[in-house]
């Protein structure tokens, strides 16, 4: 299995988690102070320079207010042959 960090499913993670935060009029800062962290570690995901794992997602999906379900649907879509 080839690395998933920066693959094409990957990045789309990215781009939708940054989109859902937008569309929930957030910013990186008041995620992080939600989820207790510092907003470094929200960049960092949105860059695609950092992995998520199930739990960090879900409570993203949480507290961004998104279907987490949803996009994983989404992200599945992704060709992962196709990088």
């Known amino acids: 299995m080839a690395k998933t960090l920066h693959s094409e499913r990957h990045r789309r993670l990215a781009?939708?988690?940054t989109e859902k935060r937008k569309q929930a009029g957030l910013t990186q800062?008041?995620?992080a102070?939600?989820?207790a962290r510092h907003q470094p570690f929200i960049?960092?995901?949105e860059n695609g320079d950092r992995r998520l794992d199930?739990?960090?997602f879900l409570d993203l999906a949480k507290?961004?207010?998104f279907d987490p379900y949803d996009v994983m649907r989404q992200i599945e879509a992704v060709d992962?042959?196709?990088d």
Do not use: F, R, T
Request: hydrophobic share 60%; aromatic share 0%.
């Open 33 to 35: 102070k939600a989820l």
């Open 43 to 45: 960049a960092n995901i």
């Open 15 to 17: 781009e939708l988690l």
């Open 54 to 56: 199930l739990v960090e």
């Open 80 to 82: 992962p042959l196709k």
């Open 63 to 65: 507290v961004v207010g």
């Open 29 to 31: 800062a008041s995620v």
